[in-house]
């Protein structure tokens, strides 16, 4: 069975910094893609970035400049690297895995997500 376990998440102030990071357990497969998706109070749940196996990194607008996504696939791991907080990126973070065992098998994975708050 695989789980997906983040960390990073917190409480900081608007400018401020964090790392968020998800590993996935197991072996035997691939991912393609993994990120972050965000829900905030009463929203839906939005993509916040994606990276794919070769580490082709896809963003929502937003956030471009400011958040920077990474990954170790030797770990099964990916990271958002958080910059230039602002208020309204205070949500949820869920890490997202597309876990792939063959072809014909794949499966979407979600965490039970990390709470970010952003806040003076």
């Known amino acids: 069975q695989v789980q997906l376990v983040e960390s990073g998440g917190g409480v900081v102030q608007p400018g401020g910094s964090l790392r968020l990071s998800c590993a996935a357990s197991g072996s035997g497969f691939s991912i393609n893609p993994m990120g972050w998706y965000r829900q905030g109070p009463g929203n839906n749940r939005y993509l916040v970035a994606t990276?794919?196996?070769?580490?082709?990194?896809n963003y929502l607008d937003s956030v471009k400049g400011r958040f920077t996504i990474s990954r170790d696939n030797a770990k099964n791991t990916v990271y958002l690297q958080m910059n230039s907080l602002k208020p309204e990126d205070t949500a949820v973070y869920y890490c997202?895995?597309?876990?792939?065992?063959?072809?014909?098998?794949?499966?979407?994975?979600w965490g039970k997500g990390t709470l970010v708050t952003v806040s003076s």
């Open positions: 990276i794919s196996s070769d580490s082709s990194p």
């Open positions: 997202y895995a597309r876990i792939i065992w063959t072809s014909y098998n794949a499966r979407d994975y």
